[in-house]
């Protein structure tokens, strides 16, 4: 039987990413002893691009200003060889020097003025010229024929990012051929030519990806896979033109640059992004990610360590979504020796739990909806308020409340309902007709459904189409006109503007009253179980955006729209029209049993921007409504702090506990771990488990069965705790 490739079992990965006067002072018996108590399978080598690091034929191949003719990275290769690693060779090719200009100014990007584009003190080069299709394919036939690389990643591979229109006559003759026209002029989504340039280029990535990848398995062999390096952020991605569902598909492995927590989102982001990239990738895959040791916070300090609980959760946080660690050090020696701390006790543990953390199955909740095109074509140039934000606070909402979830893709709806009960649709404004056909078929088969704002209001290329594609499913038709707004709150300058509240439906008069009401009537109607932990309260703050709707007499209305009234100065501070017609949270049940929630108000967008508990309530409670109050797992005592990831790996099941506390919002700076606990699980099973092992802390748990439930308590949590019932 032949062994396996290297991408299938290499899990654990290092990089020294060399600076240019590494040369004089790289350390290799260091290193080799870092890679053995790290217990690295593969490490990425830098080999060419913008700057060489061994002596190139080629004259334009600038070398590293201390290489003086040395084949640093030849030797570094073959030190890992003989440590039996597997090795990749590191490229970051995008942009040159003057010299190369001066030789193909042919090669290099144009505004259209006709002057080159330059980032700092390099030229940016085209992706339609030369540069990629002759000069670089020789380049990695060179690096092949020296030391034999088992693969190539690029860092900078999809060059100019969307916010450039290049105009070389490369671009400007390849785009006359594909679409008949000129290259557009402006920025303008509602210029179809526009939108063609947008498709035109992101397949000209995914061709790029499938070129690359000839040259190096024609000359390395089949195993001698090329790795453009792919971002865990979709905009980013976007940004760059790379079409991940197809790109991904084209790929033996995917090599993660997801480095940091942004400014907005915590660790779990980490965890989210694995998730969704495996469910484009496959499973059987392998996501090593890029791990700094170095202080890549805002602002960037690449010498510095990073706090060690920054480094641990955010690593942690990526095992949850089926990722591998990849440490990276900026630089041969470092003064700064901290860095060198961080990964091996994080390592050795991944070592040790390995078969537990690969080859297994996610086992979601429920699928939260997304597609690139309804981020693009949608959100277009207020993308992180149209899409970005709306996801963002369901997938808060979740993990607050300890609900596994997966990243699905439009394209994959109708396979889902054999994994979850319900999906959901946050503002996702731009779906295909036969993405619309796919909720339907979900519905048909007893799925349930929760759509947010304007889900379905455009087609895939976000043409309006004057109606919710989805609206005789669920009752609700697109009326005139909306209310409210999408971004953050000013209030010295809206002093109405968004002051705005819900009024839950009926109103839900308890034993307790206020000063003035203590002549109310008892409760007359039951209030909706999405409103479960709110029975003290008849309304919730609001503050969001809201299309005007009209629903048929089939469809139920759980809460209206209060409209705007002042903030200050107090005394001013009631409510004008406290009743409305307006729907804002409508329900109605399909024949097939599926609950169909439209959250026509934006509580995802508003929890995702404004963080208010009372959203992410309702959106956990929803949740809960629309798959039948039937959890596969449930945590007591997480005070919101802990979310869960629930896998299946034979009669095995796995549960990630990740601790989410945050000491520091700024991105690099968290400065240390806070226990929680206890926390109790709650976790449906097929039969009584034989036992109950907690990898983090090392310990074995008693559970107690309760018919399809077994409970079982965890003293505390640092950074995680993974969970394997027997």
């Known amino acids: 039987m032949s062994k396996d490739p290297w991408y299938k079992t ?15 002072r790289y350390d290799s018996s260091f290193w080799r002893e870092h890679w053995r108590k790290t217990r690295v399978q593969g490490v990425i080598v830098n080999a060419g691009g913008i700057v060489a690091y061994y002596p190139s034929k080629f004259e334009l191949h600038h070398r590293a200003v201390k290489l003086d003719g040395r084949d640093l990275y030849g030797e570094i290769v073959k030190e890992a060889r003989a440590e039996g690693l597997a090795v990749i060779a ?13 030789a ?7 505004d259209i003025n006709g002057e080159p584009y330059r980032l700092a003190d390099k030229y940016v080069t085209c992706i339609g010229s030369a540069y990629y299709t002759e000069y670089l394919p020789a380049i990695m036939e060179e690096i092949i024929e020296r030391s034999q690389p088992d693969g190539f990643s690029d860092n900078s591979w999809a060059g100019l990012p969307r916010k450039y229109i290049c105009y070389c006559d490369s671009c400007k003759t390849q785009f006359r051929a594909y679409g008949g026209s000129e290259l557009p002029r402006e920025h303008n989504w509602d210029d179809e030519n526009y939108r063609k340039w947008l498709r035109w280029n992101f397949e000209r990535r995914t061709d790029l990806w499938k070129f690359n990848n000839e040259v190096t398995r024609k000359a390395g062999g089949p195993d001698c896979a090329w790795m453009g390096m792919i971002s865990g952020e979709p905009l980013h991605n976007s940004q760059r033109f790379i079409d991940l569902q197809q790109i991904l598909k084209h790929t033996p492995i995917v090599m993660l640059d997801h480095q940091r927590r942004n400014a907005i989102d915590g660790f779990e982001q980490n965890t989210e992004a ?10 059987d895959k392998l996501i090593p990610e890029s791990t700094p040791q170095y202080q890549l916070g805002a602002p960037v300090f690449r010498l510095s360590s990073m706090p060690k609980p920054e480094v641990r959760l955010w690593a942690t946080s990526g095992f949850a979504g089926g990722i591998q660690p990849w440490w990276h050090h900026i630089g041969a020696s470092h003064e700064d020796r901290r860095q060198y701390q961080t990964a091996e006790p994080i390592f050795q543990w991944h070592e040790a739990n390995q078969d537990v953390l690969v080859n297994r199955e996610l086992t979601p909740e429920v699928g939260v909806v997304w597609s690139q095109q309804n981020q693009d074509f949608f959100g277009r140039d207020d993308v992180e308020q149209k899409t970005i934000g709306p996801f963002r606070g369901v997938v808060k909402a979740l993990d607050r409340h300890a609900i596994p979830y997966v990243p699905l893709h439009a394209d994959d709806i109708v396979a889902a309902i054999e994994r979850v009960k319900c999906i959901i649709l946050p503002n996702v404004g731009a779906l295909s007709d036969e993405q619309v056909r796919h909720v339907e078929k979900f519905v048909a088969k007893g799925g349930s459904v929760i759509a947010t704002g304007e889900t379905s209001r455009a087609t895939h290329y976000g043409d309006q189409r004057g109606k919710f594609a989805l609206g005789d499913l669920f009752g609700v038709r697109l009326g005139e006109g909306n209310v409210g707004g999408t971004g953050p709150i000013n209030p010295d300058i809206e002093t109405w503007g968004r002051h705005t509240y819900l009024r839950l439906a009926p109103e839900n008069r308890s034993s307790t009253y206020g000063p003035k009401d203590r002549t109310a009537p008892e409760r007359v109607a039951e209030r909706s179980p999405i409103f479960q932990g709110l029975e003290e309260t008849d309304t919730i703050p609001f503050g969001g955006f809201l299309p005007t709707v009209e629903v048929d007499a089939s469809t139920e209305v759980l809460a209206t729209y209060i409209s705007d009234f002042p903030i200050f100065p107090p005394e001013t501070s009631w409510m004008r029209e406290p009743k409305s017609n307006t729907p804002a949270i409508t329900l109605k049940t399909a024949s097939s049993g599926g609950k169909l929630i439209w959250f026509v108000a934006d509580l995802d967008r508003c929890y995702g921007r404004d963080a208010n508990p009372d959203h992410a309530q309702i959106i956990a409670n929803a949740v809960n409504y629309a798959i039948g109050h039937e959890r596969k797992v449930e945590l007591l005592g997480t005070h919101g702090v802990i979310s869960a990831e629930l896998y299946r790996q034979g009669g095995r099941k796995i549960l990630h506990l990740n601790n989410r506390l945050l000491l520091s919002n700024v991105p690099g700076r968290q400065y240390d771990l806070v226990p929680i606990g206890p926390v109790t ?6 039969k009584a488990p034989a036992k109950i092992n907690l990898r983090v802390s090392g310990k074995t748990v008693e559970g107690k ?22």
């Not at 694995?274 to 499973?283: D, N, T, V, Y």
Request: with cysteine.
């Open 10 to 24: 290499a899990l654990r990965w290092g990089q020294t990413n060399l600076v240019e006067c590494d040369p004089e």
């Open 681 to 686: 699980v709650r976790l449906r099973i097929e």
């Open 90 to 102: 590191r490229m970051d090719s995008n942009r040159v020097a003057q010299d190369f200009f001066e």
């Open 274 to 283: 694995g998730k969704r990239l495996h469910e484009l990738a496959g499973w």
């Open 104 to 110: 193909h100014s042919e090669w290099v990007c144009r």
């Open 705 to 726: 069965t309760d018919g399809n439930y077994v409970t079982f308590a965890i003293d505390a949590i640092v950074d995680h705790e993974v969970v394997v019932v027997d």
